[in-house]
């Protein structure tokens, strides 16, 4: 008999907010197991990896009672949630004092210290999925399913860029196979930690926010698997976030290309580097509900619509502009590079590039986390320039939102940029810089951040029917 189809179903942290969601979880996986086989992703219980990041924080301050505090309140989350879904389902779950106790030496270390370096942040990052899923294993296993709660540091191996680390698949795919090729043989659902990973040397790390998402679709790509499908809040991805749009509606089709663009500029239910195994593979991912899993969900894949018109419209926040101006730039070859070359250097990335077709101007849009050091840099690179009065010098404007219109369909219909800008211009938002990427499936813009909301929902207005 031909083994049947694999499926990789990842549980984001809000279906896996407490017991009841948890057991409901397990049911989805359960009934999702009875037609194919099988592998689980869990991402930390909602909010618990934003509590042992602030843990982090506290801790590198030298407030380490705050810190116990916050191992405390994550130690009864999870007790409360094992003790929920032990009264759901009679299936018990110890998680022992093991982890709690390498979590607190991990903060009183950071404090003794108060010095938090990437490796220890991932490390303390990690225990959110590392206690979320022996307890969707244990709710799995009481459907009367076999499950196997599996820690993806014994196969996922990543570089070290601790915080946004880059899965290494010539070393992870074999292992993923072997190991996780040997459950599902075996009729065992495995129940993976999504997010964290490992150096080669067995360093924690993690794949950056959301990055669970990111675990399912290499786990996909790894297996062969027909589909990933992503559980979340939402009934999938809708025509912008409905957190700022409640009017945005859903989107049952999108393209590989779309779904770049829009996560890439800022559309949260999705992790950007997750589209890179799927796209590879060509494996859909399908993004659901675990609220309404009846509803139809998006389907990303190679096939988008082909219908003509801006799909989608996104906005990411936390950023500030770089501009370098002056006349004296003008024909002057090489600016462009020497800014790309610094911003390089520096690993910082750079959201939005524009230069005026003047030349007297080129704006950078980045993380204002990283403003200081690379308005520094680029002081430094261009102070030649700046002597001898061919540039006024480096200003810095922040805070700053980028908005995006997204869609196949914006390619070569005529008037989109029109369109788009005069839907913002009608809302009263000044535009600060402007950029088309070649691909014509993207027209972005950097706003000020208290225009936002207001260019986001004017743009919306724009979006195809
Ligand atoms: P999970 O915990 O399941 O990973 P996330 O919070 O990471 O969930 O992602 C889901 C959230 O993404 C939604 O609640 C929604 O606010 C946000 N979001 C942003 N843009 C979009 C969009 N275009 N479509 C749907 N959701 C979006
Ligand atoms: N738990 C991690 C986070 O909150 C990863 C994820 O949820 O995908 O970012
Ligand atoms: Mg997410």
Not at 5 to 29: F, M, Y
Not at 213 to 228: F, K, M, N, Y
Request: net charge positive; with cysteine.
């Amino acid at each position: 008999m031909s083994e049947r189809p694999l499926s990789v179903h990842k549980l984001g942290g809000t279906s896996l907010g407490d017991a009841e969601r948890i057991v409901r979880a397990a049911r989805l996986l359960a009934g999702a197991s009875r037609r194919r086989r099988v592998v689980a992703v869990a991402s930390a219980m909602g909010g618990a990896t934003d509590l042992l990041l602030r843990a982090a924080h506290e801790a590198e301050r030298g407030r380490l009672r705050p810190a116990l505090r916050s191992v405390a309140e994550l130690r009864s989350r999870h007790e409360a949630a094992a003790a929920g879904i032990a009264a759901a389902t009679g299936a018990s779950v110890d998680f022992g004092l093991a982890p709690f106790v390498e979590l607190e030496t991990a903060l009183s270390g950071i404090a003794l210290l108060r010095e938090r370096t990437p490796r220890v942040t991932d490390l303390v990052a990690s225990f959110g999925e590392r206690l979320s899923v022996p307890l969707l294993a244990a709710a799995l296993e009481a459907t009367g399913v076999p499950a196997r709660a599996v820690d993806a540091r014994t196969f996922l191996v990543t570089d070290a860029a601790h915080g946004a680390a880059t899965c290494d698949r010539r070393r992870t795919d074999p292992k993923a196979r072997r190991l996780l090729g040997r459950l599902l043989a075996e009729g065992v659902v495995p129940v993976v930690t999504g997010f964290v990973g490992r150096t080669p040397s067995g360093e924690t790390t993690t794949l950056g926010r959301s990055g669970s998402d990111t675990t399912a679709a290499l786990l996909g790509a790894a297996l062969g698997a027909r589909e990933v499908v992503i559980w979340t809040d939402v009934d999938g991805v809708m025509t912008a976030d409905p957190r700022i749009v409640p009017w945005a509606r859903l989107l049952p089709r999108l393209s590989y290309r779309e779904a770049a663009e829009m996560t890439y500029f800022g559309a949260k239910v999705l992790h950007f580097p997750a589209v890179l195994p799927a796209v590879a593979a060509r494996i859909p991912l399908v993004i659901r509900s675990s609220f309404a899993p009846d509803g139809p969900g998006t389907t990303i894949s190679e096939k988008g619509d082909p219908r003509p018109g801006i799909r989608a419209v996104t906005a990411v926040s936390g950023l500030c502009l770089l501009s370098l101006d002056g006349k004296g730039m003008t024909g002057v070859p090489g600016i462009a590079a020497r800014v790309f070359q610094t911003t390089a250097r520096l690993g910082v990335s750079v959201v939005m590039f524009s230069q005026a077709s003047s030349e007297q101007n080129i704006a950078i849009v980045l993380p204002e986390a990283d403003r200081a050091r690379t308005a520094a840099a680029l002081v430094q690179e261009f102070r030649y320039e700046k002597l001898v009065g061919a540039i006024d010098g480096v200003a810095a404007k922040s805070p700053i939102a980028v908005v995006a219109a997204v869609g196949d369909g914006m390619r070569g219909t005529v008037g989109i940029a029109a369109k788009v800008f005069a839907a913002v211009a009608r809302a009263g938002v000044n535009v600060e810089s402007i950029a088309q990427g070649s691909s014509e499936c993207n027209i972005s813009f950097a706003v000020d951040e208290k225009d936002r909301l207001a260019a986001v929902r004017a743009l919306h207005e724009a979006v195809a029917s």
